[in-house]
C-alpha cells in the first residue's frame, strides 16, 4: 500500500504536535502532583482572599460578624477563625513557621505570632 505525501507529512506533523504536548503534560502533572514548598502557602493566601470576601459579604447581609467563621468555611485546617458580634480573625499557618492572617480591620498579611482566641491580627 503506498501512503500519499500529503497523509505522511500530516501524520508526521500531528506526531510533532502532540507528542512535545503530551510530554509537557505528564512533566507539569508531576510537578502539580509532588507539588512545591509554595504550593501550600499559595493556595492558602488565595483561599484567605475568598474567605476574606466572604466575610465581607456575610457582615454586609446580617450587621454582625459572629458565626462568620462557620458561615465562610474557616473552622477546618490550617485555618484557625475567631469571631465575635463586632470583629474576626482568621489565621493559617505557613511553612515558613509565620501565619497569613486577615480580619475585619481590612489587615492581610503574615505575622510572627499566634492568633490565639484574639479578634485581630495586631498584637495587643
Not at 56 to 68: A, D, E, N, P, T
Request: proline residues 3%; neutral net charge; glycine residues 6%.
Amino acid at each position: 500500500m503506498k501512503i500519499n505525501r500529503t497523509v505522511f507529512y500530516s501524520i508526521q506533523a500531528v506526531f510533532f504536535l502532540v507528542a512535545p504536548l503530551t510530554i509537557a503534560g505528564i512533566i507539569y502533572g508531576a510537578l502539580y502532583f509532588l507539588g512545591s514548598p509554595e504550593s501550600n502557602d499559595t493556595s492558602i493566601r488565595a483561599n484567605s482572599e475568598r474567605m476574606r470576601a466572604s466575610a465581607q459579604v456575610y457582615y454586609s447581609r446580617v450587621r454582625f460578624y459572629s458565626g462568620v467563621c462557620q458561615d465562610i468555611g474557616a473552622l477546618e485546617p490550617p485555618f484557625r477563625c475567631n469571631d465575635s458580634d463586632t470583629a474576626y480573625a482568621v489565621s493559617a499557618l505557613l511553612d515558613d513557621g509565620k501565619n497569613h492572617c486577615f480580619d475585619s480591620t481590612g489587615f492581610s498579611g503574615d505575622i510572627t505570632w499566634s492568633l490565639e482566641t484574639r479578634t485581630v491580627c495586631a498584637r495587643n
